[in-house]
């Protein structure tokens, strides 16, 4: 198993580009088709991903500088913004989320 960081946080980057480029090709109605999770549409899977990238950040950069984990108390509001925002508003940040994410782990 690899355990070099920067093959992981690679494999993460390549990851990252490949979805954001099929993202930026989606209409709008594309975005509120069912995805492959039953029970979300594609914007909903975006979301999850873009939220979880905030929460990761979030959570390190509050162990960096605090030396404790973002609470998880925390989560629901981010979790509700992300809710609340329009389909194409959430594969937007999900782009936005994701790429400081990758960026600063592969800083």
């Not at 099929?22 to 999770?37: D, G, H, K, M, N």
């Not at 991903?49 to 929460?55: N, P, T």
């Not at 925002?85 to 960026?103: F, G, Q």
Request: glycine share 2%.
């Amino acid at each position: 198993m690899e355990t070099d960081p920067r093959r992981w946080i690679e494999a993460l980057r390549t990851s990252h580009d490949v979805l954001v480029a099929q993202v930026l090709i989606l209409a709008p109605e594309q975005l509120e088709r069912r995805s492959y999770c039953r029970d979300w549409d594609v914007a909903q899977v975006l979301s999850h991903i873009g939220s979880g990238a905030e929460i990761a950040l979030l959570s390190l950069e509050r162990t960096l500088l605090k030396g404790s984990p973002l609470d998880r108390e925390a989560f629901p509001a981010i979790w509700e913004r992300w809710d609340s925002l329009t389909p194409i508003d959430k594969a937007n940040e999900m782009v936005v989320w994701d790429r400081r994410y990758v960026s600063v782990l592969q800083a």
